[in-house]
């Protein structure tokens, strides 16, 4: 364990605030003080778990007044410019406060030392300055909100974001502040992961969320510095009168677009990556059967993270580049599909002849592969230059986007979430409501944007405020998905709040886990274990045994030794 085993008193722990004797993370100590200058990587991760739903809320609310908007040709509810800034604000919201640090931050920060046997991440202060900073960027983001007049769309292309009216610099600057937050959890993560092994763990003993979390951070160090510096070149034209991006100052849009895709094409792997490292633990765990081929979905985790800087350029086919540049990137593009197929080639034969429990959990991660497949090969009709011309800017662009990053990493978070949520707050959800709610929000999603890849290639341009009448019953089933999607969401809310008070009470390993954080509590203590974890092949499940008097899955005695 190199040192990281815990005590069993969790009130002898310092903290924060005043102790109450409590058994767990939750109540070892109370007050608000005690929740925001906590060290404990448990707390932090549930703070940014409430931080990033609450985020999803905003967004979903811009989501469906869009949807709503959309109904008709012409005004339904608000006029155009209201529509523009809607559309713009859920898509800031959403990608920057909700997708991209969803999974690494409120999941990765609670799992990632339990997984490793640890009792925390390695730098505790770096992780609480992470989650300060994403609670600041998210100020400045949430300001515009109130300010209005920001109307750019969620790329903030120039030279449009640089003559607009309206508060763009402080939704850029609020970029810029959760841009640090993001290369903090990066950091900090790559240490913990390098430094905090147990003895015996070594790189192909780990879980496959724990490489899944360190593609991502290596991507999260790597890249974001490029959106720090571009959104920062925006500012600076926009106060200051710098030529850099806008033409009439002697600038270069393109630049631009360079810049920004340099960034936020590997951040569309920032999304994805920690995702497929969820499936790969719900597949396993819920199918009772080791996984399929470990060390490629590792190795491919790494070649996807390597490949995400190389295809920036497939965004910018129509932007004038030179037709060798189109050809390389297409090609590229084309490439880093491969990694991400053999994940799914391995999940599907992980769950051959498995003992496939469909729960909530295994209901995500079946419905993620699927929206994933589909996600993905629509995404080869846009790396292909004869197609991706016809295609682009527009609905087929939307459906995909969604297919690939809400239908992917949204699903995961789901499944994710109901996967952990008994560790994480010991409590047990309804297992009735909980499938119901996923068969409402896989039909939800899937006729708001299967549809609108029959609009998008029937030339329907995206964010459009008016349309042809023609387009109206694509826009009419497409807004009524979203209503049905919405449902889901609300009930999943409903049952997981309504299973913190009234909720069963969770045993240690409900699911019958190999990896490290079904040896502790539910919820665990402060310092994570009472005594040093079993160190066992994460995907062996053989080590388990089910206690039909508790419910619970137990170690066998000759496993513990």
Not at 63 to 82: C, F, K, N, S, Y
Request: glycine content about 10%.
């Amino acid at each position: 364990m190199s040192g990281d085993t815990a005590t069993n008193n969790a009130a002898t722990v310092p903290t924060d605030g005043q102790t109450t004797g409590g058994t767990d993370y939750l109540n070892c100590s109370y007050g608000i003080k005690s929740w925001l200058l906590t060290l404990d990587h448990k707390r932090i991760g549930v703070m940014y778990l409430v931080a990033i739903l609450t985020s999803f809320f905003l967004g979903g609310i811009f989501a469906l007044l869009v949807r709503t908007e959309l109904l008709t040709p012409g005004q339904t509810i608000v006029d155009a410019d209201t529509y523009n800034r809607m559309f713009t604000l859920h898509g800031a919201i959403m990608i920057f406060l909700f997708i991209i640090p969803g999974i690494p931050a409120a999941l990765g920060n609670f799992i990632l030392p339990l997984q490793l046997g640890a009792k925390d991440v390695a730098l505790p202060r770096l992780n609480l300055a992470s989650f300060h900073l994403y609670l600041g960027g998210a100020i400045f983001l949430l300001a515009a909100i109130w300010l209005g007049g920001v109307d750019t769309g969620w790329t903030f292309y120039t030279p449009y974001s640089t003559t607009t009216n309206g508060s763009v610099v402080l939704v850029t600057l609020g970029v810029f502040i959760l841009g640090f937050s993001s290369i903090f959890t990066g950091l900090n993560f790559i240490v913990t992961i390098h430094r905090m092994r147990p003895a015996g763990m070594g790189w192909f003993g780990m879980p496959l969320f724990l490489w899944a979390l360190y593609a991502t951070a290596i991507i999260q160090v790597l890249a974001t510095p490029v959106l720090g510096i571009t959104v920062l070149l925006l500012i600076a034209e926009r106060m200051l009168g710098i030529g850099i991006f806008d033409p009439a100052l002697g600038g270069d849009p393109v630049l631009f677009q360079h810049f920004f895709w340099f960034y936020s094409h590997p951040a569309v792997y920032i999304m994805i990556l920690p995702a497929m490292g969820v499936i790969s633990e719900l597949i396993s765990v819920h199918s009772r059967k080791r996984i399929f081929g470990y060390r490629m979905i590792a190795f491919s985790s790494i070649a996807i993270a390597i490949l995400s800087f190389l295809v920036w350029g497939h965004h910018l086919f129509v932007s004038g580049q030179s037709n060798l540049a189109n050809m390389v990137f297409s090609a590229l593009t084309f490439s880093v599909s491969i990694p991400s197929a053999i994940k799914v080639f391995n999940w599907i034969a992980t769950l051959y002849k498995g003992e496939i429990r469909l729960n909530a959990p295994m209901l995500y991660a079946l419905a993620f592969i699927l929206l994933f497949g589909i996600g993905g090969l629509t995404g080869l009709f846009l790396g292909s230059l004869a197609t991706d011309v016809h295609l682009h800017d527009t609905y087929f662009i939307v459906a995909h986007f969604h297919y690939t990053m809400m239908g992917s990493v949204v699903i995961a978070f789901l499944g994710g979430l109901h996967h952990w949520w008994p560790k994480m707050f010991g409590r047990m959800y309804s297992e009735r409501w909980s499938v119901i709610a996923a068969a409402l929000v896989f039909v939800g999603f899937n006729v708001t944007f299967f549809t609108q890849f029959v609009m998008g290639s029937k030339g329907m341009p995206r964010r459009y405020y008016n349309y042809p009448s023609e387009f109206t019953i694509y826009h009419v089933i497409s807004s009524i998905g979203s209503y049905l999607l919405a449902i889901g969401f609300i009930i999943t809310a409903i049952y997981l709040i309504h299973s913190l008070v009234k909720g069963r009470k969770a045993p240690a390993n409900p699911w019958g886990g190999a990896s490290l954080e079904w040896q502790t509590a539910s919820p665990p203590i402060h310092d994570n274990f009472a005594e040093e974890p079993v160190l066992t092949d994460p995907y062996d499940f053989s080590v388990n045994e089910f206690d039909e008097r508790t419910g619970d899955y137990l170690l066998r005695p000759e496993v513990k030794g």
